[in-house]
């Protein structure tokens, strides 16, 4: 009989604990939070009143993507409800994510859901057949009977499809005494820099009067953070290059501006590829790989919203890159030839365009910042062509496109 080969074999043998590593996993303690004391400190300050009882500030947060912000306030608010715990102080947090849950009645029922305890309250939250307004009133009930302070986060703010109205609502329902004994603060969490403009004069001043930035991480702040999880991996697979590897997710992560998600995905995405290998050690090989995938991944996702003609100008570049001999820039006729051959023979079904459209396409494709075009003399006499290079290496690009649909 054949031996039964052990497809899990190399499970196990690259993390110890995975969950480290995953993006929706909140840090247990201090030690794996790096540069986010004052931002902390400062939301501690704003919250703090709740712990005794009383109404805590309202607070917008605002950062680009992935610089912790929706990490620190989960974090904070754990602590804060265990704090007021000790004190004789319940604190009920709701947190609602905006872009799973836009519209105002969402946002009552996920709030209501997330805080209610239907045995004691006697409480509950259709999505239908109640009108907005009985929902409030649920909301406000549940609140009252359960806790001393309630909490509302609201993450990714600005995809809520009326603000101003949703808002509004949950602002003054401490003051227009809709709320009989709890009292309520509301935290505010957004990335985009133009949200506040949405926002009406009073709703601004209630939600935004308090605001604390995020700002993004150098690659010094991504490298301990990354360092600070590195017991996601089981010891063997970490050896003497292994500060090496995790600088260079740091550095790659720094790049653009600073994004710890990106980091973590990286370092995650890097050990599940040493895992598949059965690698014995964790290298920096590995990262660029998951690199290229990432890339690859953007790509994809990019020219998934592109006219198909699109895929078969950027496979002709990466083919005709692929072929030219080093150092020899692809010329924009090469192109063209490379594309009709792929139009022609290879793919009868699609349409062969003229090149004076494969040339817009092309300067599209620039716009998107997938290659970039320079025109250059072709030598005396001879006139000009124009040069095409690609952003990411041919290979990723001809990956990417057998992959789009
Ligand atoms: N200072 C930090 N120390 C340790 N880990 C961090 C830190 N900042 C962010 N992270 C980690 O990076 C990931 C992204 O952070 P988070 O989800 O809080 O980003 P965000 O600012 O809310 O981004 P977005 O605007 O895209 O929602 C999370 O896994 C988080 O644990
Ligand atoms: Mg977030």
């Known amino acids: 009989m054949s031996e039964e080969k052990d497809y899990f074999e190399s499970v196990g043998a690259v993390f110890s604990n995975k969950d480290l590593l995953r993006i929706e996993t909140i840090p247990e303690s201090d030690s794996r939070i790096i540069g986010r004391e004052k931002q902390l400190t400062d939301l501690a300050s704003e919250l703090g009143s709740a712990m005794n009882g009383q109404k805590p500030n309202n607070v917008f947060i605002f950062g680009k993507p992935g610089v912790g912000k929706s990490m620190c306030s989960k974090y904070l608010l754990r602590q804060l409800v265990g704090r007021g715990a000790d004190n004789g102080i319940s604190i009920g947090v709701a947190y609602v994510d905006c872009m799973q849950n836009s519209t105002e009645t969402q946002v009552i029922v996920t709030a209501g859901e997330s805080i209610n305890d239907r045995e004691q309250t006697n409480v509950y939250f259709p999505s239908g057949g109640v009108s907005r307004s009985r929902l409030y009133d649920r909301l406000w009930d549940a609140f009252d009977q359960l806790y ?21 609502t949950l602002s003054r329902a401490g003051e227009s005494e809709k ?14 820099a133009r949200f506040e403009q949405r926002l009406g004069s009073e709703v601004k001043s209630s939600l935004t009067q308090n605001e604390l930035v995020f700002p993004p991480y150098d690659a010094k702040e991504l ?4 360092k600070a999880r590195q017991d996601a991996f089981t010891e063997s697979v970490l050896d003497e290059d292994a500060d090496h590897v995790f600088a260079t997710a740091a550095k790659f992560a720094a790049k653009e501006y600073g994004d ?4 973590i995905d990286l370092l995650r995405k890097a050990g599940e590829i040493a895992e ?5 050690t964790l290298q920096t090989g590995h990262v660029e790989q998951a690199l290229d995938k990432a890339e690859e991944d953007k790509l994809v996702k ?8 699109s895929k078969y100008v950027m496979q002709a570049v990466a083919l005709t890159a692929r072929h030219a001999p080093t150092g020899e820039v692809v010329k924009s006729h090469d192109v063209y030839a490379k594309y009709e051959q792929l139009t022609e023979y290879e793919n009868v079904d699609i349409n062969t365009l003229s090149w004076r459209r494969v040339r817009d396409l092309l300067d599209e494709l620039e716009d998107l910042d997938v290659l970039q075009q320079q025109r250059k003399g ?12 690609l952003t990411d290496s041919p290979e990723t690009v001809l990956r990417a496109c057998e992959n789009v649909e």
């Open 276 to 280: 598949r290998e059965g690698a014995q």
């Open 148 to 168: 001393d302070v309630g909490i509302i986060i609201l993450d990714e703010i600005d995809k809520l499809e009326d603000p101003n109205e949703t808002l509004g």
């Open 179 to 192: 709320l009989d004994s709890c009292q309520l603060g509301l935290v505010g969490i957004s990335n985009k």
């Open 302 to 309: 990019m020219m998934q919203t592109q006219p198909v003609q």
């Open 378 to 389: 072709a030598g005396k006499g001879k006139g000009t062509y124009r040069a095409v290079y």
């Open 260 to 263: 710890a998600r990106q980091a």
């Open 223 to 226: 490298l301990e953070i990354l």
